[in-house]
């Protein structure tokens, strides 16, 4: 079989790139720093967070419908500082792909499932832009993983044929339906193992090497 080089990476964000940015553990955190039912709180999130992350909820809006339904002793804009606070960088993963990026001239395409202002939070405060040539994020395409539809759409913006593409992804069904598509795809764990694998398909990464980038 003839052997095809990658030209593309699909990444995704929450997991791979950074952590995730509102997931379970933030909200019991949250419940216990600002007081709140936690029960109530995560069927309010379940209820709403699919419109929210599709982009058909503004944040004001979703945190409106999760936390101030009601009267509260805090400001919403508390609230919201402590959800953006929970956003960490792996800053390994962050300078693999740059370099990738950097030494086989890769186009990446960040293909997240993300809400609109913590998206946008997040690309900013990380610098997201520097590695990523677009974002097909579910509250700009209005659809979310694990809709098919988020990678024709990819596809056709980064315009390569899906034979070209390697997915980086930490959730199982995501990577079963991008390779579903013909895409190949690396269920990410850990660092090592990512790395291990990004080798296998030609893609080495040179620990400690540093790449002039403008």
């Given amino acids: 079989m003839k052997y095809i080089p990658i030209t593309t990476l699909f990444l995704d964000i929450g997991g791979v790139l950074l952590t995730d940015g509102w997931d379970h553990i933030a909200r019991r955190e949250a419940a216990k720093t600002f007081k709140l039912d936690l029960a109530e709180m995560n069927e309010r999130h379940h209820l709403t967070f699919e419109t929210f992350e599709e ?101 056709d913006i980064a315009q390569v044929p899906a034979k070209q593409v390697l997915y980086i992804e930490n959730t199982a069904l995501f990577v079963r339906i991008a390779e579903n598509m013909g895409i190949r795809s690396i269920l990410h764990t850990d660092y090592s193992s990512t790395c291990a694998e990004l080798d296998a398909y030609g893609l080495q990464y040179d620990k400690g090497v540093i790449f002039e980038t403008n």
């Fill in 55 to 155: 982009g058909n909820l503004t944040l004001k809006e979703y945190l409106d419908l999760l936390v101030f339904y009601k009267e509260r002793p805090f400001t919403p804009l508390q609230f919201k500082r402590f959800m953006f606070s929970h956003s960490k960088p792996y800053p390994e993963m962050i300078e693999l792909f740059r370099q990738l990026k950097e030494k086989y001239r890769l186009k990446i395409v960040v293909v997240s499932n993300e809400a609109r202002e913590l998206n946008e939070y997040r690309i900013r405060k990380f610098k997201l832009e520097r590695i990523a040539d677009f974002f097909i994020s579910s509250c700009f395409v209005h659809l979310r993983k694990p809709d098919a539809d988020m990678f024709h759409i990819s596809l």
